[in-house]
């Protein structure tokens, strides 16, 4: 593998007095700025419970210069960009993430945001209803209660313990004294002494310098001001009180006057609890099948402040077995602390970062960087390390365990071994010839280390879920060991499809697709013994609900077969024997390209070079009904492109684009229906399509329901009145975003990827581009009818029933194939 480049980096402080952290890293094709505001909801007045959100939310709203369609959020979406916003306890982010050429004009508005909020009473009291909304939700939000129980140990005058959510009562936006609040918590802590921004892109660090200076330039200067120290963090005892969720299992712990570098520490400590290899903690938790995940997290953390929780995710036979659980923990963490220096597992540890940021986005890199955390555990980190560890213990616990039986726990543990897919992999000695069924296709840049790589089984997947769950089961380790060598493996099952797909840093995957292939085509023996168990699940929201059964549902794929099925060895064995399989790699250069075929010759299944044919458009208007554990309605509209052809796709796409902002403004500004409202384009097994999502806690599904398709039948006038240069200028931004040598590469990948399963050929990209800029006017209305007449079908996914004869309720068999 090519070795990267090292980035370039600065640290600069402008005359205004803002941080600057600029990074350069040449392999990237987008650029990504995150802004930190020293301010958050612990930061307010205790008078104005949810202040600091309801400002982070009112900045959005735009300012004299620009505001709607050419504000920030606007901006960024039409460039096919990423945004968003986070207020914490101590800390507020802005960030957003766009291609190159639109960094300057994001940048711009994000200050000019900051520095000039209109913060109008009427805008006030439009989004106050939106933070209530959000507030409901919050509310009836089990992983709130859970949150609440959590802290319910602290001191009753840590703030941790207060209320910060903020709703249309805590926020009495016509009074005086609340908005003399809001301008003076504004004043103090939106200035550029409370700020840090970091640039990240491929521009030259005199670039990224320039527009640093440039834009800044809008913000209010000003110094630093102080936060007020919070007081400690355990007083007087509570009365204990039950965890409202019994498949969890938490060990919180309150640590005072830690040292600087105890992030970094707790990063370091994570990494080695959740291991999964054997002689680890989760290994022998998952032998005595307790627990189906752990994980170490931060809870909270200001100055030397931290709330450290390790969760347990637990298996029925665990929830009564907490105590023995929570005695191998503290045995193990005895173990670790044995093992003082770690020096080896410290060399391992940066190299594991090293190679995240390999394949970090922009917006992830951003991330990173604003913390100014280095790959190597520094010294300061390694005696924070010491410092918590002495912490973690039974004494210490905020919700104490019931003691269990003494049992003798020596003996049986190891640190992790060195992860083998972050060294060179041997290659074959000679070419190894392509196989029939992989299909190869450019990266990017032909210099990139990243590489993606899908493969497909057609197997009747609908009729074998529980071997799909024992496959699934059977990679799980192998799955962190190729996340920590900077490849994301995800092994899943759609319609009667089985998928694979790897992608990351190229030179490990290879050797991880030739692991993966062993343990799929004959799993362990303990795998067997777990078969068919079905792990707890995290409760979504309603849309996320609706969202995860899109794509099975946009197959016609509604209700899972319920019939009992064989898991045992032969059963796999025969499934394989009549599988097809097809794939398709991308960016694999010539040097692993032989590595690649070679670990393919254990591909179990029969190679089929004629691709799967696409599925058949549907007609009509379905609706599948998927309750939800929620009183908020939620309602998901799929809208499928009419016919294959590129060129409807494309006239799609820019329907896509153009519905974006729109859609998101008639909704949730002005209907004010919720918060959580998208539109969007999206391809499943190569289908294409449009998606109009809302979850509102208020509305009723039939109000929902008609306020977006009164939206989709405006849509042929909205397009009938763009003018000719707005038009021109979204239809280059959209052809220009999928320049291939212009986009990331997993991006491109699963564009590549979606166009094989839809048919089409090697040229798709440039024939896609020229569809683009051969669209005019007349082609995107007659796209707009035939959105609005249901050209291709309409498939509404809703958490209840269908309200109109003229929808037909979901089949409940599976399509045959």
Not at 22 to 41: N, Q
């Amino acid at each position: 593998m090519p070795q990267p480049s090292l980035p370039a980096a600065e640290h600069v402080v402008l005359d205004n007095g803002l941080h600057v952290r600029l990074h350069h890293e040449p392999r990237l094709k987008r650029a990504a700025a995150f802004m930190r505001v020293a301010a958050g909801s612990h930061d307010v007045p205790a008078a104005w419970p949810g202040l600091a959100h309801f400002l982070e939310h009112l900045f959005f709203l735009g300012t004299e210069r620009h505001s709607g369609d050419h504000g920030l959020m606007a901006f960024v979406q039409n460039h096919g960009g990423q945004i968003n916003a986070s207020t914490r306890e101590r800390c507020t982010d802005y960030f957003f993430e766009v291609p190159v050429n639109a960094f300057a004009g994001a940048l711009e508005r994000l200050c000019d945001m900051l520095g000039h909020p209109r913060m109008t009473q009427a805008e006030q009291l439009r989004e106050r209803e939106v933070l209530h909304a959000e507030f409901v939700a919050w509310s009836r939000d089990p992983e709130a209660r859970h949150q609440q129980w959590l802290t319910s140990a602290l001191d009753a005058e840590h703030p941790l313990r207060a209320f910060h959510a903020g709703n249309r009562y805590s926020l009495p936006v016509p009074r005086d004294s609340f908005q003399q609040d809001l301008r003076s918590f504004y004043r103090r802590f939106y200035q550029t002494g409370q700020m840090t921004l970091c640039l990240v892109g491929p521009q030259p660090l005199e670039q990224l310098r320039a527009m640093a200076e440039k834009a800044a330039g809008a913000l209010r200067p000003g110094d630093t001001a102080e936060q007020i120290a919070p007081p400690p963090l355990v007083g007087t005892p509570s009365e204990a009180v039950e965890p409202p969720d019994k498949g969890r299992f938490n060990l919180l712990f309150a640590c005072e006057n830690l040292p600087r570098g105890a992030t970094q520490a707790q990063e370091f400590l994570a990494t080695w609890l959740g291991a999964s290899q054997h002689g680890g903690l989760l290994a022998e938790l998952r032998r005595r099948q307790l627990v189906h995940t752990l994980e170490l997290s931060t809870f909270y953390t200001f100055a030397d402040q931290a709330l450290i929780n390790i969760e347990f995710k637990l298996t029925p036979a665990g929830e009564t077995a907490t105590a023995l659980i929570g005695q191998l923990c503290f045995d193990w963490l005895e173990f670790f602390q044995a093992h003082d220096d770690w020096q080896g597992l410290r060399e391992e540890f940066r190299l594991l970062n090293e190679r995240r940021l390999q394949v970090a986005s922009a917006l992830e890199l951003a991330r990173h960087h604003s913390d100014e955390t280095p790959c190597e555990l520094s010294r300061q980190a390694l005696q924070a390390l010491r410092e918590i560890l002495e912490h973690l213990r039974p004494e210490h616990l905020l919700h104490p365990v019931a003691a269990g039986p003494e049992r003798d726990l020596a003996g049986r543990w190891r640190l992790p071994p060195r992860n083998r897919f972050l060294r060179p992999s041997r290659r074959p000695d000679h070419p190894v010839p392509d196989p029939q069924g992989l299909a190869y296709r450019d990266g990017a840049s032909a210099h990139s280390h990243e590489a993606a790589l899908y493969l497909r089984w057609r197997v009747n997947a609908s009729r074998h879920q529980g071997l799909f769950r024992t496959l699934r089961d059977s990679l799980r380790k192998l799955t962190e060991e190729a996340r920590q060598a900077g490849v994301q493996m995800v092994f899943s099952s759609l319609g009667d499809d089985w998928q694979l797909k790897l992608s990351g840093v190229q030179a490990p995957i290879p050797a991880l697709l030739e692991q993966a292939l062993e343990l799929l085509a004959i799993p362990a023996p303990e795998v067997w013994h777990q078969a068919g168990q079905e792990s707890t699940s995290t409760t979504l929201t309603p849309i996320k609900e609706l969202l995860k059964r899109l794509p099975d549902h946009s197959l016609g794929y509604f209700h899972s077969r319920t019939s009992d099925e064989d898991l045992h060895p032969l059963a796999l064995q025969k499934l394989w024997g009549a599988a097809r399989w097809d794939g398709l790699a991308v960016g694999i250069n010539d040097g692993e390209r032989s590595a690649l075929n070679n670990a393919l010759r254990k591909m179990p299944g029969t190679a089929s070079p004629q691709r799967a044919q696409p599925h058949p458009a549907q007609s009509g208007r379905s609706w599948s009904h998927v309750p939800c554990q929620s009183s908020e309605q939620a309602l998901l509209l799929f809208c499928p492109v009419p016919s294959q052809s590129i060129a409807d796709e494309a006239a799609w796409r820019l329907l896509a684009q153009l519905c974006q902002t729109s859609f998101y403004q008639r909704m949730r500004v002005e209907l004010q229906l919720g918060y959580a409202v998208f539109s969007g384009l999206r391809q499943m097994a190569g289908r294409t399509g449009l998606v109009f999502g809302v979850q509102s806690p208020q509305a009723p599904l039939a109000d929902i329901l008609g306020h977006v398709q009164t939206f989709i039948e405006t849509l042929p006038t909205l397009i009938e009145t763009l003018k000719p240069a707005a038009l021109d200028t979204q239809r280059e931004e959209l052809a220009s975003r999928h320049e291939r040598s212009q986009m990331d590469l997993l991006p491109l990948a699963e564009l590549l990827w979606q166009a094989c399963q839809a048919g089409h050929g090697a040229d798709y990209l440039n024939a896609l581009q020229r569809a683009v800029r051969e669209l005019r006017p007349d082609d995107l209305h007659h796209a707009a009818q035939q959105l609005a007449s249901g050209t291709g079908g309409w498939l509404c996914l809703a958490t209840g029933p269908a309200l109109e004869p003229s929808w037909v309720p979901a089949q409940r068999s599976l399509p045959g194939r």
